[in-house]
């Protein structure tokens, strides 16, 4: 993959449409809003996709995995009321543009990759190591989270899962955020998870979206 890392006035301006248009889908979350707006989606593309990075849709990347749909990802985002510093495990780390606008956001980010090939083009190329250096990726089964880390104010699934990790529920803080596209098809349930002050949880849904498959274990290259 061959990727640009210029951020001129041409990308600034398809970035200013796309932030037009997530509006108009309905995303009303200024701080999100500006994190999408201060994040070069084309730096995690290959340079043939730099024209259209900012089209509201998912791209291929590496490894047969996508770049989630910027509308996806302003939408997970919101539902997870980050607030600066909060301590958040990403599941799928992918190209890493989700964890990015996290870490526009002010986030803490703990992001975890299963595909091995993956995992080490991120460590290696990540284009923000110096700018969002609250940023940290690692290599393992998101299925079993990080409890040497956690536990987190605030937990997102980028994959989708036939049904809750009960070990990523166990990671989240009392007063915790978890949002995942949930269910065994080719469509998911966005779904959120608030984990009340003494672990109760309320659950709500917010509708049909499509991920690639959440899977067990690792994979190399
Ligand atoms: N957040 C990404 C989109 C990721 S696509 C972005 O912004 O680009 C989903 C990713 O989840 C893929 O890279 C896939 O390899 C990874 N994945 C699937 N199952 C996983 C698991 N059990 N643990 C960690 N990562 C997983």
Redesign the pocket.
Request: aromatic share 10%; proline share 3%.
């Given at each position: 993959m061959i990727r640009v890392t210029e951020d001129t006035y041409f990308h600034k301006g398809l970035r200013k449409k796309l932030i037009d248009t997530l509006r108009s889908k309905g995303i009303k979350d200024e701080k999100v809003l500006d994190a999408i707006n201060a994040v070069p989606r084309h730096y995690?593309l290959d340079q043939a996709l730099v024209k259209i990075a900012y089209e509201d849709r998912a791209f291929p990347?590496d490894?047969g995995?996508?770049?989630?749909q910027p509308y996806t990802?302003a939408f997970q985002s919101e539902l997870l009321e980050i607030k600066k510093y909060d301590k958040v495990l990403?599941?799928?780390?992918?190209?890493?543009?989700?964890?990015t606008v996290l870490g526009a956001l002010g986030a803490q980010v703990f992001t975890?990759?299963?595909?091995e090939g993956?995992f080490k083009e991120v460590k290696k190329y990540y284009p923000f190591k110096s700018k969002y250096p609250l940023i940290k990726f690692f290599f393992?089964?998101?299925?079993k989270g990080l409890p040497t880390y956690g536990p987190f104010d605030k937990i997102i699934i980028?994959?989708g899962a036939p049904s809750l990790p009960e070990k990523l529920l166990e990671q989240l803080k009392p007063n915790g955020i978890l949002v995942a596209p949930l269910g065994e098809g080719e469509q998911q349930i966005m779904t959120r998870y608030k984990k009340g002050p003494k672990g109760g949880v309320k659950i709500e849904t917010f509708g049909e979206f499509s991920?690639?498959?959440?899977?067990?274990?690792?994979?190399g290259k």
């Open positions: 995690f990347i490894h995995q996508t770049i989630s990802v990403e599941v799928g780390t992918g190209s890493a543009y989700q964890a975890i990759e299963r595909q993956l393992g089964d998101g299925y980028t994959a991920f690639v498959p959440m899977l067990q274990g690792v994979a």
